[in-house]
């Protein structure tokens, strides 16, 4: 698989691409990536790529010229252009399966205000954000789309049964995991991980993960990987529905919250979690 990048601040991608398994896999030929300084393809003298926003307004914009210019010179047959964008369709493990399907990616990184739209318009690129935060600029956002999609690609995590696994959980890790020593500092690993016993060891990893059953025509599955956690109420509450209360959730859990009070079941109080969020979370409640 081949990504070609285009930015105008290609120092950026040294390290990322040297490095651990994206490096590898570079090294290893299987994969390409290829960053290109958009500058090239700037009018000389003073090689600019941006340009005041017609209508006013702070800021600069990205000039259509040389970024489609440079995106058709790299771009090869069936190629995909996808721009980073803060507004775009947020980057997600389906997305990222997909894309490693893909034989060339041409990553397009904006800086200033943005680029301007016309640029979409005529490469047909796909606007993919990773999250919704404000970052200065597309580098970074496709390093991380670099990341997550390279480690998808046949061969490139040379562990296959990871990646198994993986599409089970929907590629989250749903246990906590411990190695040596057993005892650091007197937080002790649990004894069932040292007991040898892969039946025992199998039930407890799973035993958070377990979703209870659907009833039917009610809300959206919980995503995969989501667990249901006690957010330590003592025993069950029996709320009836509308009634007010306050549980203790972290920002990840308030997400989810409209859903898990329409599915859980009125005996108690459930929201989904990671186990150690749920843990983490106990330390603040608010009112819902
Ligand atoms: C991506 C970018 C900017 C307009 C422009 C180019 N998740 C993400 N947050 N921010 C970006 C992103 C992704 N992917 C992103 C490209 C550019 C931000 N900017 C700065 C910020 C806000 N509005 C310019």
Not at 64 to 89: K, N, T, W, Y
Request: aromatic share 4%; glycine share 12%; proline share 7%.
């Amino acid at each position: 698989m081949r990504f070609d990048v285009i930015t105008i601040f290609p120092e950026l991608f040294e390290s990322p691409l040297q490095v651990s398994l994206v490096g590898k896999a570079i090294d290893g030929g299987l994969l390409e990536v290829e960053v290109h300084n958009l500058r090239n393809w700037a009018p000389h003298p003073h090689r600019k790529v941006d340009d005041a926003p017609f209508g006013g307004g702070a800021g600069m914009v990205m000039a259509p010229g040389p970024v489609v210019d440079a995106v058709e010179e790299v771009r090869r047959p069936g190629g995909r252009v996808i721009q980073l964008s803060a507004s775009g369709e947020p980057l997600t493990q389906a997305m990222a399966a997909e894309l490693s399907q893909q034989n060339q990616l041409v990553l397009v990184c904006g800086r200033y205000e943005g680029m301007d739209d016309r640029i979409q318009e005529i490469l047909g690129s796909q606007e993919v954000s990773i999250g919704e935060y404000v970052l200065a600029g597309g580098e970074v956002a496709a390093l991380v789309l670099i990341e997550a999609v390279a480690r998808l690609v046949p061969g490139v995590l040379g562990n296959e049964v990871s990646l198994a696994e993986e599409s089970f959980t929907g590629g989250l890790l749903e246990y906590p995991q411990y190695t040596r020593p057993a005892d650091f500092r007197g937080h002790k690993v649990p004894d069932v991980l040292l007991s040898g016993n892969h039946k025992l060891i199998a039930d407890w990893r799973r035993q958070d993960s377990a979703l209870p059953a659907r009833s039917s025509g009610g809300p959206e599955p919980l995503p995969r990987g989501a667990q249901w956690a006690d957010l330590g109420a003592a025993g069950p509450v029996g709320l009836g529905s509308g009634t007010p209360c306050t549980v203790r959730l972290s920002s990840f859990c308030r997400a989810q919250l409209a859903r898990v009070n329409l599915e859980a079941p009125a005996a108690g109080l459930l929201a989904p979690t990671r186990r150690h969020r749920a843990v983490k979370s106990r330390s603040k409640g608010e009112q819902l």
